[in-house]
């Protein structure tokens, strides 16, 4: 098997790199995870990569859960861990340096510019996100209405996300979705 | 980790239950919700100060990213120096 051919690789290598782009953290990274996993490897279909991404949500912790859920479709406990690790390594080391650099800079004004042209960046990106899971999971009308709802309550209160989430899942358990 | 490489193994033998399908269905419709809430509460601010130029950059992510599943290094190669050159010129002027 040549190294371009083996999901392990190929999975270990496109997550090391997504993780040098994943501006606004995991959640902003779904429309290039899907794009990757559903699209261009057809590692999953769009309902196995929805489903991964409402356990990653459900699940105590970071949101780049998700990407542990695509690395055990693919290639079981090693891909979990290996995409894990793509994942987070490349990332941590990266800020590990620019935060010694930001250090030193002193008083340079690039450090503020930076992180405010990243701003609309991350939030365009959380959007995407927003749309393809939306097209993902929202067959119906009413599992769109249950989408709009959710958004609105969020925004506009302090509500338990992870009660919205639940509430969401019993809507879907008792069929009503 | 341990505990989310359990859940997929579990979701590996017990994904094609029905129940479990609609209900997973049913959290991803609310956690579209919650992303699109979170995109609202962090605009506000840019919104706010009429940050017009940024809003567009924004906007033309969400486009390229979102709707034309354009390849995510290429888009950030494009808009993040766009990006950086906006907020540099509006920091320059209000200094």
Known sequence: MSSDQDPLFSLISTFALLSLF???GANA???????????????M??????DAFAISQLSPGPNVLIVTLIGYAV????????????M?????????????????????R???VIRAALVPLSIGLM???GLVVAQAADKTWLAALVTVIVAIVAATTRFNPLWLLLIGGALGFAGVI | MALVTLLAALYAHFGEVDALRRSLAGVTCAAAGLLISA?????????KKREILLLLVMAAVFVAVGWLRLPLAWVLLVAAPISIAISSAARRQAA
Request: hydrophobic share 55%; charged share 10%.
């Open chain 2, 39 to 47: 995109v609202v509460r962090m605009m506000a601010p840019l919104v």
């Open chain 1, 22 to 24: 994943a501006i606004g």
């Open chain 1, 45 to 50: 279909t769009e309902k196995q990569f929805a």
């Open chain 1, 110 to 112: 690039w450090p503020a």
């Open chain 1, 29 to 43: 990274a779904v429309p290039e995870m899907h794009r990757i996993a559903v699209d261009v490897h057809h590692w």
């Open chain 1, 127 to 129: 959007a995407a996100s």
């Open chain 1, 88 to 108: 987070c390594v490349p990332t941590a080391v990266l800020a590990y340096f620019v935060s010694r650099r930001l250090a030193r800079s002193g008083a340079s």
């Open chain 1, 75 to 86: 290639a079981g406990v090693a891909g979990a861990l290996g995409a894990t690790l793509a």
